[in-house]
């Protein structure tokens, strides 16, 4: 009897919810995960954040530059204050990005055509710093086709947050200093490094996605937009800091 894709989907959801818990990465046939749809790889990523029975307390959000905007959500025990101590367990691979994050005072309210800058505008009410620490559950890690890497709920291990800038709306995104420091060397600096440089618009179409989906922002919510640094990777006793103009550093040390 053929395996039906739901049942693809919930067994590749359950091997994902043991590595999350510390089983070993998953090893799956690459050309199912090249099969995957964005329909199952959203399936699958649903069913991993209900099974882990965690919160989700945020998201990350990306466009891609052939249009495609991906998302996932990020759960409570993934989203840590800084300065922040992590164990490997947790950092896995060791990926570090510095990013903006924003953060939902309440629930965005479409308009009769659905969301408008306006309307998230008004639903923020700050912004900080934040180092996103990037991790695999597949065992082919970062050479992951994207909707797998969007069941892996978009290869987030961690987010760890500054303090939050109320000031963000006199902020040039787009043009934005930014300094990614490992040990206190600087591996990466830019001004307007993040490759849309409009955020705002990002969260634009990023609520109306999830709109259609039938999600909505919910006030407390974390999302955070992209890396101003590219991808960089640290090691186990490596302390790093996230510096942008305007915002308090962030830091995370990789036990």
């Known amino acids: ?36 749809s964005r329909v199952q790889a959203l399936n699958i990523q649903r069913e991993v954040v209900r099974a882990l029975a965690v919160p989700v307390v ?37 990926g570090v990005e510095c990013e903006i994050a924003f953060r939902f005072a309440r629930e965005p ?12 505008v008004e639903a923020i009410d700050g912004a900080c710093s934040a180092v996103e620490v990037v991790d695999s559950r597949w ?10 890497m969007i069941a892996d709920l978009l290869s987030n291990g961690a987010l760890v947050v500054g303090s939050v800038n109320g000031n963000w709306r006199d902020v040039a995104f787009g043009a934005l200093g930014a300094r990614l420091g490992i040990n206190g060397r600087t591996v990466c600096q830019s001004t307007g490094g993040h490759p849309g440089g409009d955020l705002i618009g990002l969260l634009v179409m990023f609520a109306n996605d999830l709109r ?24 186990p006793g490596d302390v790093i800091v996230a510096e942008f103009d305007g915002f308090s550093p962030v830091s995370v040390t990789f036990q």
């Open 1 to 36: 009897m053929s395996i039906t894709a739901d049942e693809i989907s919930w067994a590749i959801a359950q091997k994902l919810v043991a590595a999350h818990r510390g089983a070993n990465r998953v090893i799956v046939d690459p050309l199912t995960l090249e099969a995957l």
């Open 58 to 94: 945020g998201w990350k959000v990306a466009a891609l530059p052939d249009g495609d905007l991906i998302s996932a959500p990020i759960v409570k025990n993934r989203l840590l204050p800084s300065p922040a101590s992590i164990r490997p367990a947790i950092y896995g691979l060791g």
């Open 109 to 120: 309210v479409p308009g009769r055509e659905g969301f408008r800058k306006e309307h998230i």
């Open 139 to 148: 065992a082919t890690t970062f050479s992951t086709p994207r909707n797998a």
């Open 212 to 235: 259609k989906q039938g999600i909505v922002l919910r006030p407390g919510e974390i999302v955070t937009t992209g890396s101003y640094t590219g991808f960089h990777t640290a090691s």
